[in-house]
T-cell receptor, first 110, second 110 residues
Framework: NAGVTQTPKFQVLKTGQSMTLQCAQDMNHEYMSWYRQDPGMGLRLIHYSVGAGITDQGEVPNGYNVSRSTTEDFPLRLLSAAPSQTSVYFC?????????FGEGSRLTVL | RKEVEQDPGPFNVPEGATVAFNCTYSNSASQSFFWYRQDCRKEPKLLMSVYSSGNEDGRFTAQLNRASQYISLLIRDSKLSDSATYLCVVSEAGGFKTIFGAGTRLFVKA
C-alpha cells in the first residue's frame, strides 16, 4: 500500500539552485497539498489543489510553484532556493477531510 | 493572529494522569475539525475528528464549541506511548485548505 510517496527524502542545495520535490498518491484523492514544517511553527500550508488543473496558494506560497496535470501527481518547485527554505516538506492528499501524508522531504539550503 | 492557536507546551505528566489540550480558530467559516498526532521526525497521522456533539475514542475525548471557536482534546490515563506532539487542525468546507496549529508537545513519564 503505497499511499503518498515523496521523493527525495533528503536534499542539500546551494542558494540559487532550483529543484522539484515530487509527490504521488495512488488513492485517487482529488485534494492534495504541500506543507513545510519548521521548529516551533507547526505545519504551514504552501499550496494546495482541489483537482487536476486547479491549484491555489496557502499561507506561505512565495518562492514555490506547483502544478497539477494529473490526479496522482503534485510536484513542488523551488525556483531559486534560499536558506530560509531549509525545512521539512510534507505532501498530503485527502478525499473527505482526513489527510494522508508522505514521509517528508528534508531540505537544506546552504 | 494565527488562524489556529494551541496551548503552548510542553506538557510533562506522569503515567495515569489526565491531560487537556485547548485550541482556538479564527475562521468562523471553518467546517471540519481534527486532532492529529505527530511522533518525532515522522509525518502527522489522524488521531480523531471533532464534532459539535463531542466524540470519544477509548481514552481520548474531543469537543468542539462553534460559538466560541474552541476545540479541546482530553486524554485520560496517560500512557508512555502517548508522548508525542498533538496538532489541532481546521478545514474549510469540503475538507480543503486545511490549516494546522503549531502543536503541543506531550511528555508522559513513568
Amino acid at each position: 500500500n503505497a499511499g503518498v510517496t515523496q521523493t527525495p527524502k533528503f536534499q542539500v542545495l546551494k542558494t540559487g539552485q532550483s529543484m522539484t520535490l515530487q509527490c504521488a498518491q495512488d488513492m485517487n484523492h482529488e485534494y492534495m497539498s504541500w506543507y513545510r514544517q519548521d521548529p516551533g511553527m507547526g505545519l504551514r500550508l504552501i499550496h494546495y489543489s482541489v483537482g487536476a488543473g486547479i491549484t491555489d496558494q496557502g499561507e506561505v506560497p512565495n518562492g514555490y510553484n506547483v502544478s497539477r496535470s494529473t490526479t496522482e501527481d503534485f510536484p513542488l518547485r523551488l525556483l531559486s532556493a534560499a536558506p530560509s527554505q531549509t525545512s521539512v516538506y510534507f505532501c498530503a492528499s485527502s478525499s473527505r477531510g482526513e489527510l494522508f501524508f508522505g514521509e517528508g522531504s528534508r531540505l537544506t539550503v546552504l | 493572529r494565527k488562524e489556529v492557536e494551541q496551548d503552548p507546551g510542553p506538557f510533562n505528566v506522569p503515567e495515569g494522569a489526565t491531560v487537556a489540550f485547548n485550541c482556538t480558530y479564527s475562521n468562523s467559516a471553518s467546517q471540519s475539525f481534527f486532532w492529529y498526532r505527530q511522533d518525532c521526525r515522522k509525518e502527522p497521522k489522524l488521531l480523531m475528528s471533532v464534532y459539535s456533539s463531542g466524540n470519544e475514542d477509548g481514552r481520548f475525548t474531543a469537543q468542539l464549541n462553534r460559538a466560541s471557536q474552541y476545540i479541546s482534546l482530553l486524554i485520560r490515563d496517560s500512557k508512555l506511548s502517548d508522548s508525542a506532539t498533538y496538532l489541532c487542525v481546521v478545514s474549510e468546507a469540503g475538507g480543503f485548505k486545511t490549516i494546522f496549529g503549531a502543536g503541543t508537545r506531550l511528555f508522559v513519564k513513568a
